[in-house]
């Protein structure tokens, strides 16, 4: 009961407590002496006084209990993803279900997210309701979360106040924005074409040469249920490896080397091309993995589909440059766990050639290198980065450079989801106010 009525659309993991409180005391103290003095001291003014001081004393508690029993507060997310330059949106609802107006309720959120601010100071009429919208433009990738956050209201005369905490959170990954136009080509596997290779797989692919007997374990969906209908009994099919191999995408996180802050640093472009060219090669049906070495190395082995793009993403959404593991141990940790004829992309803001050994070991492992430098005196350092090209060419390896600035722009499917407005007009129809997909194509 009471403040009980407050509450939250997420679910709550810890009911949270109501608690109503005196904000004023004077009126208390005042209360207390009126009393003994019209014990000990008897007189129509101090009784009058003691009348009027504990009428307003109980009509004031009184209001913040029917405000505490009445008011209905509730808030939902829009979206539960998104990625920087979207719009982080929520939608709140207070309604009063009594008969007495709340002239004030407050909202104080606690929300982690940067540059959002739930926070507000509302007023609802009894037997009225407000709905309101709290947004922000995301800015900064990473994990965050939504809520905690409490609801204070009382009486007019601010001697009471009732409080309820929401002590549950949502948590939000802001992801990287993926991009279309890519500077660099996407680099091809060991063969092109969607041609077969002698080895089989130990995962589902495009490639299905055959079917051997079910084993325990073996995933319902390979079942080839035609042929085992007709052999009456379970097959599967068998998977060959794509002749393209494996993709790799490699992050050099290691702190000592990155230039520059935000989206201007080493570190943001590396997380930039590596989402953008993940989701290109996941289009195109290339099995995608995912090593970065910062203080909490991450390695996502290679697979397809969506929802393995979404591991990546949220990988690259919570991987700082802040690593202190050299390039050489990473690239020799990478062609330990990749398969021979795989390829892989190597994206770092290094110009020494201290680990150029390590790219002839990837070599010798069977899997192919490709080397992303960005380059060092465009971000405003020193280095010579045209030279550590020009040397990894003539070691045989492929090479391309990035300066600042050279990402590409936003997909149109991607760019700017949560900048959606509609508008509901009086006879209850809702028509679209902003689609941005609309302004992409502009």
């Known amino acids: 009961m009471g403040l009980g009525a407050l509450r939250s659309r997420w679910k709550t993991k810890t009911p949270a407590t109501m608690q109503i409180h005196i904000q004023l005391r004077l009126p208390l103290i005042l209360l207390g002496i009126?009393?003994?003095?019209?014990?000990?001291?008897?007189?129509?003014?101090?009784?009058?006084?003691?009348?009027?001081?504990?009428?307003?004393?109980?009509?004031?508690?009184?209001?913040?209990?029917?405000?505490?029993?009445?008011l209905y507060v509730s808030r939902s997310l829009r979206f539960g993803w998104v990625s920087i330059g979207d719009r982080l949106s929520e939608a709140f609802e207070l309604e009063n279900r009594g008969y007495i107006p709340a002239l004030w309720v407050e909202i104080n959120d606690e929300s982690t997210v940067p540059g959002y601010d739930a926070s507000i100071v509302q007023s609802v009429s009894g037997q009225t309701d407000a709905k309101w919208r709290r947004s922000a433009i995301c800015l900064r990738r990473g994990q965050y979360l939504i809520g905690p956050w409490t609801v204070r209201?009382?009486?007019?005369?601010?001697?009471?106040?009732?409080?309820?905490?929401?002590?549950?959170?949502?948590?939000?990954?802001?992801?990287?924005?993926?991009?279309?136009?890519?500077?660099?080509?996407?680099?091809?596997?060991?063969?092109?074409?969607?041609?077969?290779?002698?080895?089989?797989?130990?995962?589902?692919?495009?490639?299905?040469?055959?079917?051997?007997?079910?084993?325990?374990?073996?995933?319902?969906?390979?079942?080839?249920?035609?042929?085992?209908?007709?052999?009456?009994?379970?097959?599967?099919?068998?998977?060959?490896?794509?002749?393209?191999?494996?993709?790799?995408?490699?992050?050099?996180?290691?702190?000592?080397?990155?230039?520059?802050?935000?989206a201007d640093g080493t570190e943001e472009h590396a997380v930039l091309l590596a989402a953008s060219m993940a989701a290109q090669a996941i289009r195109h049906v290339r099995e995608t993995g995912i090593a970065t070495y910062s203080q909490h190395p991450d390695v996502i082995h290679p697979g397809v589909g969506e929802g393995h793009m979404w591991q990546i993403l949220r990988v690259l959404a919570l991987v700082n440059a802040d690593g202190d593991v050299p390039l050489s141990l990473a690239l020799r940790d990478v062609a330990h766990v990749a398969r021979p004829g795989s390829t892989a992309v190597i994206i770092t803001p290094s110009a020494s050639g201290d680990w150029l050994p390590s790219l002839l070991h990837m070599a010798k492992q069977g899997v192919q290198a490709h080397l992303v430098l960005l380059d060092r005196p465009s971000f405003g350092g020193a280095g010579n980065t045209v030279g550590l090209r020009d040397a990894i060419q003539h070691l045989g390896f492929a090479a391309q450079i990035i300066h600042q600035g050279e990402v590409g722009v936003p997909l149109a499917e991607h760019k700017q989801r949560g900048h959606w407005e509609f508008q509901v007009t009086p006879m209850g129809r809702v028509i679209t106010v902003h689609n941005p997909l609309e302004d992409a194509v502009r």
Request: charged share 20%; proline share 7%.
């Open 34 to 70: 009126l009393v003994i003095t019209a014990v000990f001291l008897p007189d129509r003014v101090w009784n009058t006084m003691l009348v009027g001081i504990g009428g307003l004393f109980i009509i004031a508690f009184f209001w913040t209990y029917a405000l505490a029993k009445n």
């Open 153 to 262: 209201c009382g009486d007019p005369f601010g001697i009471f106040i009732a409080t309820r905490r929401y002590s549950d959170t949502t948590e939000i990954i802001i992801h990287p924005p993926v991009h279309g136009k890519l500077p660099i080509p996407l680099p091809p596997g060991q063969t092109g074409g969607r041609a077969r290779a002698r080895q089989r797989a130990i995962q589902a692919t495009i490639n299905a040469s055959s079917v051997r007997d079910y084993h325990p374990g073996d995933p319902y969906r390979w079942i080839h249920w035609r042929k085992s209908a007709h052999q009456d009994k379970l097959v599967v099919r068998e998977f060959d490896l794509d002749a393209a191999g494996d993709f790799w995408i490699v992050l050099d996180m290691e702190k000592s080397v990155q230039l520059g802050e935000g």
